[in-house]
């Protein structure tokens, strides 16, 4: 049994899923049992998948990548994590710095660090996560301080995926005084760099065969052109980096939830209970449906925000709305699946119990599940708009006014750098009244115009050209229409 059918998955990713999918059956699933026991990074099975063109390869043709798209890199997820969490995390996280620089950094940095990437030469990894906490972007504590033409990073960073097996990562580091959504960028960052220290994450229950690692930056220097993007705006290139990494998440939930069903009705059914099988009882065969009734509305909701972050509709609603169902979902299809298993599913070295343990991971990494409803509640979309922060009410509802009226009269700003026409004041009063940074309208009618808003908001002053908008508010400008 397979559950992960082609079904949902666009046709120009069903030769690729079909390759990741043999690969995962010859090459993931007969290790799994071993690098969950020893914690092993399956550096083999990583050089396999880079000989074959299945790691790595989340990056453009040109600089030797596969050109994936999301629904590419989905299609691939959901066959590794259904073979292994562990191995599966490893193989994918490869390029995970490389997906970074590929969304928002120039043609330099990826002409210099990508191609290796592609070719199988080198492994990346991101740093965002810091020992105080990891789910609030805007006050990470590691600093970047501007030193001629370097930067000198120092600070530590906590569960770095590839920390110590990496080649080169992308940290994430405050560049302003203050911490703040404008006040952070983010660098490629050579692990070999004097100052780069990286102590592996050992122990854990489960993800065994991937990496983390604490990393400490003391001092660590690096020219200012490893700096992905404009200075400030890695916050911003990072939540739309998320957007993307987010439905990869889901996807892993998806494998997990696959590999757990597969698992708990091959054991039903061959369980023999006295003179039935475990199978035979009405309320297995009720609990059965259940959990595949969950994961075919999970895998279904997954999809479709796959499809739209690709789109650019809403990006953020949906990537976090089925990242938080389907890895809710999968640690419960997996705590059942270990239930009926009885006594067998609780010794460690069976694939239910492998499952079950690393269940509990992807509803807590890129972001906690409690985190996913804040932003699918914040960028809820609706007709008339929605808000990011609600200084009160009644400001809310005045900006909103403000803003349909300014949106309404500005008739040809759609991308275009320049105030709106005619209605300038009104956006600075709507701005003005809101507080910084308090809002953004998200009206698909009015998309152009809405995005063109969000950067005035997010920028205090107005960028002068299409680049320096760039430079500055990348997330904005960069999403696709
Ligand atoms: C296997 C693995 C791989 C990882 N890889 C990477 C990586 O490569 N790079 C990287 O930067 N990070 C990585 N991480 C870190 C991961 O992204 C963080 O663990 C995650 O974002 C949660 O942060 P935290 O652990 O600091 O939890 P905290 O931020 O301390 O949150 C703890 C708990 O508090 C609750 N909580 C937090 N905020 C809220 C809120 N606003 N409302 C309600 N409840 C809340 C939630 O229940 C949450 O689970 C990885 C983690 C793991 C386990």
């Not at 490389?98 to 740093?127: C, F, R, S, Y």
């Not at 501007?146 to 990562?169: C, F, Q």
């Not at 580091?173 to 983010?186: D, F, I, K, N, Q």
């Not at 803003?403 to 004041?425: D, Y």
Request: aromatic content about 8%; glycine content about 10%.
């Amino acid at each position: 049994m397979n559950l992960l059918s082609t079904t949902p998955v666009p046709s120009d990713a069903h030769e690729l899923k079909a390759r990741a999918r043999a690969f995962a059956e010859e090459e993931i699933r007969p290790r799994a049992a071993d690098h969950d026991a020893t914690e092993a990074f399956p550096h083999e099975v990583l050089s396999a998948a880079q000989n074959v063109g299945l790691a790595g390869q989340y990056v453009p043709a040109e600089h030797g990548g596969g050109d994936w798209t999301l629904a590419h890199r989905l299609a691939v997820v959901e066959e590794w994590f259904r073979a292994d969490g562990g191995i599966g995390l490893s193989l994918q996280l490869a390029d995970f710095g490389a997906k970074v620089l590929t969304m928002h950094g120039d043609e330099n940095q990826q002409a210099e660090w990508l191609p290796a990437v592609t070719a199988g030469e080198t492994i990346t990894g991101l740093a965002a996560t810091e020992p105080r906490g990891g789910s609030d972007l805007a006050r990470m504590g590691t600093v970047a301080q501007r030193v001629g033409d370097d930067y000198v990073l120092d600070g530590e960073k906590y569960w770095t995926s590839n920390g110590e097996v990496a080649d080169w990562i992308v940290v994430y580091a405050r560049t302003g005084e203050e911490p703040g959504h404008g006040s952070y960028s983010l660098f490629v960052v050579p692990t070999d760099a004097d100052g780069y220290g990286a102590e592996p994450i050992t122990e854990k229950m489960g993800l065994r065969a991937s990496q983390q690692a604490r990393v400490t930056l003391d001092g660590v220097r690096v020219p200012a052109s490893n700096r992905i993007g404009g200075e400030g705006s890695g916050f911003y290139n990072l939540a739309n980096f998320f957007n993307y990494g987010r439905i990869a998440v889901a996807g892993h939930a998806t494998g997990l939830a696959a590999a757990a069903i597969e698992a708990a009705w091959e054991y039903v059914h061959d369980r023999e209970l006295y003179d039935a099988t475990v199978a035979d009882n009405q309320t297995v065969q009720h609990r059965l449906v259940e959990m595949r009734e969950g994961f075919e509305a999970a895998r279904g909701l997954t999809w479709q925000a796959c499809e739209r972050v690709m789109a650019g509709e809403d990006p953020a609603f949906w990537a976090s709305l089925a990242k938080s169902h389907a890895t809710r979902t999968a640690e419960e299809i997996a705590r059942e699946a270990v239930q009926l298993h009885g006594g067998e599913g609780l010794k460690s070295d069976t694939r239910v119990n492998r499952v079950f343990r690393d269940a509990k991971y992807p509803s807590i990494y890129e972001g906690a599940n409690a985190v996913q409803r804040d932003l699918a509640y914040g960028h809820w979309p609706a007709e008339w708009g929605s808000v990011y922060s609600r200084p009160s009410w009644r400001v809310q509802w005045l900006s909103h006014a403000l803003v349909s009226v300014a949106t309404r009269s500005s008739t040809a700003c759609s991308n275009r750098v320049g105030p709106p026409h005619g209605s300038a004041s009104v956006v600075w009063l709507a701005w003005l009244a809101s507080g910084e940074r308090a809002f953004a309208l998200i009206d698909s009618s009015y998309r152009a115009r809405v995005l063109y808003l969000r950067m005035l908001f997010s920028q205090p002053t107005m960028p002068s050209s299409s680049a320096a908008a760039t430079a500055a508010c990348p997330v904005i400008v960069s999403q696709p229409e």
